[in-house]
């Protein structure tokens, strides 16, 4: 016989309890230190965008995801997991619109209950998540997205991003750019038509007035992002009188243009300078003409420094992909592992599993090794990290059928990146005053 | 001079790029009256069947004309299939359903068919750069022009003037004709309108499916193209008026030499100067510039 009414009081009471726990908050929990730590990684697993960063940043989320959990990353970092708790790792994909990314980013926390968010590729994503980060009081690491606007619009608390924005991309291509190509008058710019792309060009062409006042722009093109087909701009470029053509293009826009633009004669006529380039030089292969100037958004790929780290990341990417790892895997892997410097540093304070804002407090301000250089949380408070980058000029060695960079220059993080207590705009409108490059 | 020039003829390309893609679409829904959403797959489609065999076909280093009709062949053969396939297997189920009703199951398949891609093709993107290193460059001046783009503006001309002659010329082009005036009366006349139906929309979804496969070359192959090409589509076809192949053609190339204007002259207005050219067209013409004469019904 099946009784019906209203439910014992001692299941009210639970569900009561359940419902006020810490589990309902974005993050701290009352758990074991070695209860695994949950995080959500979100990249572009399916559009344009996926095959030359979505899938390498998620290769990489693998690859370290297993090596921290199984204790076989080198040291610094060969502890287990974030302070012996094994890493729980859910993968969202980011294509879709900004209210797709943002009802995403919300199952994350709301849903799915993660300690951390780790991702983002574009600079819109980005811009759409962080302030629902903060209001959902979710520890969030912006991973590749580059607009300066995330920590200069606003102090943040609970988000962070270790690696560094676009100032610091386009002033040492600027500074690279004049010392290749002498007497410069006139250049021109083809830049995606959103965050990202304006942004970029905004702090090229503020560098480039910094740097030479009398260098004048002709064309600057912003085409929609993921328009795919640029007759119109090769035209309009082939047509301007530039010296040289700025780009932050990345991803299958990068790629569509060179094919288009390598037909029509263009990168042969005036040089590129493409300050996200390396992602693609890999897939582009011969097709890209010798003689472009290549960032790769730091000291990546060909541009790392030599060490233990570096080498062991390398080759552990090719054995397991056999594909090279290019940016976006650096990009991961830094910050995952400040996330696990913070985190550890968070437990050696206070013992057991931080809570998150000790993990906020360690993190801020901290500097930490990688696989490339070492990252400075320096900026918005110690929530913004810089390095030190480089920019290479590029040739594809036919002998031996694969890219290279060669004329390789490196710039110090504090040359090439605003102090602590100046936003980006203010600085290069300024001349960047304080920059130290020696 | 040579900007005008640049203009004129990056307009040019652009408008037989969107003619060959709105078409097909155009087609569809003067016969049909069925706004295909999933015209965008066609294209798609089009696009990676051209990319994956044409491409093998490249690197094999065979004569370069016979990769040209490989090209043309995968886009007739992938319409073809995905034509029969989703007019015989699903639109037919909803002929004389509400309008709203037929969109949605459209659309309906254009989701289906993009996961389909993926299942497929994986999430990379596709390059099909040799048809354009093949097809060679002319010079005017600094200007130089890819051989490839001139093709495409020969395609569309030829595919403009057959489409037009066809459906003024013969039989079968009249009794489409007839079929897009009044369809009961066709019926009434003994027309086959369910095999018109179905020869209308394996048509169309060939010419979206071609649309794809030449377009290939110039862009990055990868999901979501046919998102993008649909509403460029729409929009053309809005502005030629909706069943009209003469109209779409117009559209397409009003659409084309304003974008190429914008590019070359004012590039803060390239992104949204389509829809401007579209509202602008719609408030004068709501039908559209080209529609035929309904006749009234007692």
Same mark, same amino acid.
């Given at each position: 016989?099946?009784?019906?009414?209203?439910?014992?009081?001692?299941?009210?009471?639970?569900?009561? !309890?359940? !419902?006020? !726990?810490?589990?309902? /908050?974005?993050?701290?929990?009352?758990?074991?230190? @070695?209860?695994?730590?949950?995080?959500?990684?979100?990249?572009?697993?399916?559009?344009?965008?996926?095959?030359?960063?979505?899938?390498?940043?998620?290769?990489?989320?693998?690859?370290?995801?297993?090596?921290?959990?199984?204790?076989?990353?080198?040291?610094?970092?060969?502890?287990?997991?974030?302070?012996?708790?094994?890493?729980?790792?859910?993968?969202?994909?980011?294509?879709? !619109?900004?209210?797709?990314?943002?009802?995403?980013?919300?199952?994350?926390?709301?849903?799915?209950?993660?300690?951390?968010?780790?991702?983002?590729?574009?600079?819109?994503?980005? =811009?759409?998540?962080?302030?629902?980060?903060?209001? =959902?009081?979710?520890?969030?690491?912006?991973?590749?997205?580059?607009?300066?606007?995330?920590?200069?619009?606003?102090?943040?608390?609970?988000?962070?991003?270790?690696?560094?924005?676009?100032?610091?991309?386009?002033?040492?291509?600027?500074?690279?750019? =004049?010392?290749? *190509?002498?007497?410069?008058?006139?250049?021109?710019?083809?830049? &995606?038509?959103?965050?990202?792309? &304006?942004?970029?060009?905004?702090?090229?062409? =503020?560098?480039?007035?910094?740097?030479? %006042?009398?260098?004048?722009?002709?064309?600057?093109?912003?085409?929609?992002?993921?328009?795919?087909?640029?007759?119109?701009?090769?035209?309009?470029?082939?047509?301007?009188?530039?010296?040289?053509?700025?780009?932050?293009?990345?991803?299958?826009?990068?790629?569509?243009?060179?094919?288009?633009?390598?037909?029509?004669?263009?990168? &042969?006529?005036?040089?590129?300078?493409?300050?996200?380039?390396?992602?693609?030089?890999?897939?582009?292969?011969?097709?890209?003409?010798?003689?472009? *100037?290549?960032?790769?958004?730091?000291?990546?790929?060909?541009?790392?420094?030599?060490?233990?780290?570096?080498?062991?990341?390398?080759?552990?990417?090719?054995?397991?992909?056999?594909?090279?790892?290019?940016?976006?895997?650096?990009?991961?892997?830094?910050?995952?592992?400040?996330?696990?410097?913070?985190?550890?540093?968070?437990?050696?304070?206070?013992?057991?599993?931080?809570?998150?804002?000790?993990?906020?407090? /360690?993190?801020?301000?901290?500097?930490?090794? @990688?696989?490339?250089?070492?990252?400075?949380?320096?900026?918005?408070?110690?929530?913004?990290?810089?390095?030190?980058?480089?920019?290479?000029?590029?040739?594809?060695?036919?002998?031996?059928?694969? %890219?290279?960079?060669?004329?390789?220059?490196?710039?110090? /993080? &504090?040359?090439?990146?605003?102090?602590?207590?100046?936003?980006?705009?203010?600085?290069?409108?300024?001349?960047?005053?304080? /920059?130290?490059?020696? | 001079?040579?900007?005008?020039?640049?203009?004129?003829?990056?307009?040019?390309?652009?408008?037989?790029?969107?003619?060959?893609?709105?078409?097909?679409?155009?087609?569809?829904?003067?016969?049909?009256?069925?706004?295909? $959403?999933?015209?965008?797959?066609?294209?798609?489609?089009?696009?990676?069947?051209?990319?994956?065999?044409?491409?093998?076909?490249?690197?094999?280093?065979?004569?370069?004309?016979? +990769?040209?009709?490989?090209?043309?062949?995968? #886009?007739? #053969?992938?319409?073809?299939?995905?034509?029969?396939?989703?007019?015989?297997?699903?639109?037919?189920? $909803?002929?004389?359903?509400?309008?709203?009703?037929?969109?949605?199951?459209?659309?309906?398949?254009?989701?289906?068919?993009?996961?389909?891609?993926?299942?497929?093709?994986?999430?990379?993107?596709?390059?099909?750069?040799?048809?354009?290193?093949?097809? +060679?460059?002319?010079?005017? +001046?600094?200007?130089?022009?890819?051989?490839?783009?001139?093709?495409?503006?020969?395609?569309? #001309?030829?595919?403009?003037?057959?489409?037009?002659?066809?459906?003024?010329?013969?039989?079968?082009?009249?009794?489409?004709?007839?079929?897009?005036?009044?369809?009961?009366?066709?019926?009434?006349?003994?027309?086959?309108?369910?095999?018109?139906?179905?020869?209308?929309?394996?048509?169309?979804?060939?010419?979206?499916?071609?649309?794809?496969?030449?377009?290939?070359?110039?862009?990055?192959?990868?999901?979501?193209?046919?998102?993008?090409?649909?509403?460029?589509?729409?929009?053309?076809?809005?502005?030629? +008026?909706?069943?009209?192949?003469?109209?779409?053609?117009?559209?397409?190339?009003?659409?084309?030499?304003?974008?190429?204007?914008?590019?070359?002259?004012?590039?803060?207005?390239?992104?949204?100067?389509?829809?401007?050219?579209?509202?602008?067209?719609?408030?004068?013409?709501?039908?559209?510039?080209?529609?035929?004469?309904?006749?009234?019904?007692?």
């Amino acid at each position: 016989m099946h009784h019906h009414g209203c439910p014992p009081t001692f299941v009210l009471v639970a569900g009561l !309890s359940l !419902s006020l !726990s810490p589990f309902a /908050a974005g993050g701290v929990h009352a758990e074991e230190p @070695t209860t695994p730590v949950k995080i959500g990684f979100v990249t572009f697993l399916t559009g344009p965008a996926a095959a030359p960063f979505g899938i390498p940043d998620h290769n990489a989320a693998e690859l370290l995801v297993d090596n921290l959990n199984a204790g076989k990353v080198p040291a610094p970092y060969n502890q287990i997991g974030l302070g012996g708790a094994k890493i729980d790792a859910k993968f969202v994909d980011e294509a879709g !619109s900004a209210a797709d990314v943002v009802t995403q980013f919300r199952n994350l926390v709301e849903r799915d209950h993660v300690d951390v968010v780790v991702g983002y590729v574009s600079s819109g994503s980005c =811009l759409a998540v962080t302030p629902v980060a903060e209001e =959902l009081k979710q520890l969030t690491l912006l991973d590749i997205c580059g607009t300066t606007r995330i920590f200069e619009e606003k102090p943040r608390h609970y988000v962070f991003r270790v690696n560094p924005h676009a100032t610091m991309d386009n002033v040492a291509a600027a500074k690279y750019v =004049l010392d290749r *190509i002498k007497d410069i008058s006139v250049y021109s710019g083809i830049n &995606q038509n959103y965050a990202w792309g &304006q942004d970029s060009w905004r702090d090229f062409r =503020l560098a480039m007035k910094g740097l030479d %006042p009398k260098a004048t722009v002709d064309k600057e093109l912003f085409p929609k992002f993921f328009a795919g087909e640029y007759g119109a701009e090769i035209s309009t470029l082939l047509t301007s009188s530039a010296q040289f053509i700025h780009s932050s293009f990345y991803d299958g826009d990068l790629e569509a243009f060179i094919y288009q633009a390598g037909a029509r004669g263009l990168p &042969q006529r005036i040089p590129l300078v493409l300050t996200t380039g390396e992602s693609s030089l890999w897939r582009l292969g011969s097709k890209l003409p010798d003689g472009a *100037i290549i960032g790769a958004r730091g000291p990546h790929t060909f541009f790392a420094h030599d060490g233990e780290l570096n080498t062991w990341f390398h080759k552990a990417y090719v054995d397991r992909f056999n594909e090279q790892p290019i940016y976006p895997a650096y990009d991961l892997a830094q910050s995952l592992l400040g996330l696990k410097t913070a985190w550890e540093k968070a437990q050696a304070k206070k013992g057991g599993r931080p809570a998150t804002e000790d993990v906020i407090a /360690a993190f801020e301000g901290i500097s930490f090794k @990688t696989p490339s250089t070492t990252v400075q949380m320096a900026l918005g408070n110690g929530h913004q990290g810089i390095s030190d980058t480089a920019v290479g000029t590029y040739k594809f060695n036919r002998a031996e059928n694969k %890219p290279e960079i060669v004329d390789i220059v490196r710039y110090p /993080a &504090q040359c090439v990146n605003p102090p602590a207590d100046v936003d980006s705009v203010p600085w290069l409108e300024g001349g960047m005053k304080g /920059a130290k490059c020696d | 001079m040579l900007t005008a020039f640049a203009i004129l003829t990056d307009g040019l390309v652009y408008a037989a790029y969107l003619f060959l893609v709105a078409v097909g679409l155009t087609l569809i829904f003067g016969v049909m009256r069925i706004l295909n $959403v999933a015209h965008g797959s066609f294209y798609a489609f089009g696009a990676y069947g051209a990319a994956i065999a044409v491409g093998m076909y490249f690197d094999r280093g065979l004569p370069v004309a016979g +990769g040209f009709l490989l090209m043309v062949i995968v #886009a007739m #053969a992938i319409g073809l299939v995905l034509g029969l396939v989703l007019e015989r297997g699903l639109l037919r189920l $909803v002929y004389g359903k509400d309008e709203i009703v037929v969109v949605l199951v459209t659309y309906a398949a254009f989701l289906i068919l993009e996961d389909v891609i993926r299942l497929i093709w994986g999430p990379s993107s596709y390059a099909l750069y040799q048809p354009l290193g093949a097809a +060679g460059t002319v010079d005017v +001046g600094a200007l130089v022009l890819s051989g490839y783009d001139i093709g495409l503006v020969v395609l569309a #001309a030829v595919l403009a003037i057959g489409a037009s002659f066809a459906l003024k010329h013969t039989r079968w082009g009249r009794l489409l004709t007839v079929v897009i005036f009044d369809r009961e009366l066709a019926a009434a006349f003994g027309i086959n309108v369910t095999l018109v139906y179905t020869i209308t929309f394996v048509i169309g979804a060939m010419l979206g499916a071609l649309g794809g496969a030449v377009m290939a070359p110039k862009i990055a192959v990868t999901l979501g193209i046919g998102v993008e090409v649909i509403v460029l589509a729409f929009a053309v076809v809005a502005i030629g +008026g909706m069943g009209s192949v003469g109209g779409a053609f117009i559209g397409a190339l009003l659409v084309g030499e304003s974008r190429a204007a914008a590019v070359h002259l004012v590039p803060q207005v390239e992104l949204f100067v389509i829809y401007a050219v579209m509202a602008l067209v719609l408030v004068f013409r709501p039908q559209g510039l080209f529609t035929r004469a309904q006749p009234r019904k007692i």
